[in-house]
């Protein structure tokens, strides 16, 4: 190839790449790192996409320089080397994009709705009527946590036919009523309309409780409400433990004397060798027995 052509080929390359990084100096390049304002101040905003309900917690917030000129009423401005978490607290009321400043005004207040800024996330409050001795004759109050117990009414349908073993089962374990433990360590929202318990508070005995569930459980609770009655059992301070006893108690279980007249009823048939379930059928010199139900 000719010599010239390549110093013109070389030369066109050459000036084709001075133009590309001209370019790229020129249109992407980093752009000057603007300074914050002489009059700037930090405003309180989210340090992320926070939804609406969320508990703030420091870390969801974040300090970010604001101009003086740019304020707009209710924003949250540093005092000092105060912290995020020390400026602003509670519950949202609604949702904020990263960056978009935070307002007092957005935070769960304490009356009205103050309920359901209680709730954590999948829980659901619901209420249910109660008569004094079946809420701790007034010593309940809101933050309590309490054991969920119903009674009601249980009958077994038997077989007319059905062996007498049986039967004697049935009547020995239960006759009428049946009590169980439903839910165990239940939070109480509210007494009546009254969802905070003040110090000088005296005791008073409520109509209505307001517990906090899951969504299951306020089914479950919706349900034995027309089962029969409920009762709240109160919880010591800290104690979280679970029942681990979960046999339904019944009124023949509650006492033992029907056992005791059981077992000697027994004791007796076996002493006595009569055995009143069986009939002895006399042929001769022969004994059949034959088991009666």
């Known amino acids: 190839m000719n010599k010239n052509i390549l110093i013109v080929l070389g030369g066109a390359v050459l000036a084709a790449v ?51 000129d740019a304020l707009f009423k209710g924003a949250i401005i540093r005092k000092d080397d105060q912290k995020t978490s020390a400026a602003l607290k509670g519950r949202l009321d609604r949702s904020f994009s990263e960056g978009e400043a935070l307002v007092r005004k957005a935070i769960f207040k304490s009356k009205g709705n103050y309920v359901a ?23 309940l109050s809101p933050g309590s946590y309490v054991d969920v117990i119903l009674t009601y009414k249980h009958r077994v349908s038997l077989d007319r036919n059905e062996t007498s073993n049986v039967k004697d089962m049935i ?40 517990l906090a569930v899951s969504i299951r459980d306020a089914e479950a609770l919706a349900l034995a409400s027309e089962m029969g009655s409920l009762t709240l059992a109160l919880r010591g301070v800290g104690d979280d433990a679970v029942n681990k006893d979960a046999n339904a108690l ?44």
Not at 118 to 131: D, T, V
Not at 177 to 206: C, F, H, M, P, Y
């Open 171 to 210: 009547a020995l374990n239960i006759a009428n009523l049946a009590t169980e433990t439903i839910l165990d360590n239940v939070r109480v929202l509210a007494i009546d309309q009254k969802a905070e318990k003040k110090s000088d508070d005296k005791v008073k005995v409520g109509k209505t409780v307001t």
């Open 250 to 293: 019944t009124d023949a279980r509650l006492i033992s004397v029907d056992d005791e007249i059981h077992d000697k009823y027994l004791e007796i048939k076996k002493e006595s060798g009569v055995n009143l379930n069986s009939v002895k059928i006399y042929n001769g010199a022969q004994v059949e027995i034959i088991p009666v139900r």
């Open 18 to 68: 001075l133009v590309a990084v001209l370019v790229q100096v020129t249109l992407g390049g980093k752009k000057p790192v603007s300074k914050a304002p002489e009059n700037a101040v930090e405003v309180l905003v989210a340090a992320k996409d926070l939804k609406k309900g969320l508990k703030l917690k420091g870390e969801d917030m974040a300090w970010r320089k604001w101009s003086d």
């Open 117 to 139: 800024a209680k709730l954590k996330e999948g829980e659901r409050a619901i209420s249910i009527k109660l008569k004094a001795e079946d809420m701790v004759a007034g010593f």
